[in-house]
């Protein structure tokens, strides 16, 4: 059965097929004219192994959390304020 979660730029992911995720990452948004944007946060999600399966997504904080609390199930998982 497919369990599908929205990523933050709108597409959808089968999460049953999620191999791993990797590490939360943080970094400073910047725009074209050098103006900060404020905190980002990505994860690395793959689907297999080889480099060409994986994802790396980009979001805010509400948005990364929801997903991680989408793919691992979600009732067990914090609320994002308290992360």
Do not use: C, H
Not at 29 to 52: H, K, M, Q, S
């Amino acid at each position: 059965m497919q369990r599908w979660v929205k990523i933050p730029d709108g597409r959808f992911l089968d999460a049953n097929r999620i191999a791993y995720v990797g590490k939360i990452e943080t970094f400073n948004r910047i725009d074209e004219d050098g103006t900060e944007l404020g905190l980002a946060y990505a994860v690395n999600l793959g689907t297999d192994f080889p480099r060409e399966a994986q994802i790396n997504v980009v979001g805010t904080k509400d948005e990364i959390f929801s997903l991680l609390r989408g793919i691992l199930g979600g009732t067990n998982a914090p609320p994002a304020d308290q992360v």
